[in-house]
């Protein structure tokens, strides 16, 4: 008996006469018969056989510029943010609401700069006012959405004081809050807007930021993931170094890797950074192999919030410069 779910995925009973070896050493011409450019076979449990199909058509053909400044022109907000498209060539959105902040890793040329510009333009486009922070040690990868923010903090000082300046800043709300009797801010619109809408900081290469700002960044940017989410202030962190050592007592982050709950990973190097990112098992248990990702296939990656392989789009610098002049003063509080 089978039955097939959501993401392709097809349950099969298992017995004596059925088992994981039997299918693997048939997946070849299962992958033929369904079509499928591989499949993801494990065994759950001592009952069950699962089968994971995956197809790449649409990922091997990519999410078009054009496709996805069209999505950004439709309506959305932050639980609705167009990102990518999955196997099947069908937009995946992040949903900040339903589980708030983010991690994303991958190495040079995977395509995770260009997936961080993506996301900030569904992020500026998205309903209601919002406000911008930059934490940017590379000083280019963000520089041209400076105009958007209220800050581009590039050095050791300023990068602190930033982060600093967002703590600052969620505390003041929650002080707001706590007078007005208002225990998550999106449930009051009036005050929602009064403080200036959502609230986000990008770091860019954390752990560059990190080794220069010490250990009481890593504490500041802790305190955020862990409590931004009811006071609307979202944390964005990136690496091209996910190594174990990136979250830890040493640099006071021990809890801030348990508080990113988007979490994408672009081609990396090895299979120990997909599970730095990703979590213990995910290349190996749930076929989540972020180092397999060919190098053809930019802006390919693996994320908690899809079972399949997902694509960012490509974005060029002119077509993002010309976005950026033209969004310019919509929804953005600016504050000295």
Excluded at 88 to 96: A, K, P, R, T
Excluded at 211 to 226: F, N, T
């Amino acid at each position: 008996m089978f039955s097939i779910k959501q993401n392709h995925t097809i349950e099969l009973r298992s017995t004596r006469l059925q088992t994981l070896d039997d299918f693997e050493r048939v997946s070849d011409r299962l992958r033929s018969a369904l079509g499928a450019r591989r499949l993801v076979i494990t065994e759950p449990d001592p009952r069950r056989v699962t089968i994971r199909v995956i197809y790449e058509e649409a990922l091997q053909a990519g999410y078009a510029e054009e496709r996805f400044f069209q999505s950004l022109s439709r309506p959305h907000d932050f639980s609705s943010l167009p990102f990518a498209i999955d196997e099947l060539g069908q937009e995946v959105c992040l949903n900040f609401h339903e589980a708030p902040h983010l991690l994303g890793a991958g190495t040079s040329g995977s395509g995770k700069s260009v997936g961080a510009q993506a996301l900030l333009a569904s992020i500026v486009t998205a309903d209601g006012p919002k406000r911008l922070f930059l934490v940017d040690p590379k000083r280019v990868e963000l520089s041209m959405w400076g105009p958007l923010a209220e800050s581009h903090a590039t050095t050791a000082e300023a990068m602190t004081a930033t982060v600093e300046a967002v703590r600052a800043e969620m505390t003041r709300r929650y002080e707001v809050m706590d007078e007005r009797g208002v225990r998550k801010l999106t449930d009051n619109p009036a005050l929602y807007e009064e403080l200036g809408g959502t609230c986000v900081l990008v770091v860019d290469e954390v752990a560059e930021v990190l080794a220069a700002g010490g250990k009481e960044v890593g504490q500041a940017l802790s305190s955020i993931a862990q409590l931004g989410r009811a006071a609307s202030v979202l944390l964005l962190c990136f690496t091209q170094r996910p190594s174990a050592d990136l979250f830890g007592k040493t640099t006071g982050t021990e809890t801030l890797r348990s508080n990113l709950s988007n979490l994408i990973a672009w081609r990396v190097l090895r299979r120990p950074d997909v599970d730095v990112i990703l979590g213990a098992g995910a290349a190996s248990d749930d076929g989540k192999d972020a180092s397999a990702i060919p190098s053809s296939m930019p802006g390919a990656a693996y994320c908690s919030f899809s079972e399949v392989m997902v694509r960012t789009p490509y974005l060029s610098d002119e077509r993002l410069l010309d976005f950026i002049n033209r969004e310019k003063g919509h929804d953005f509080t600016i504050q000295g």
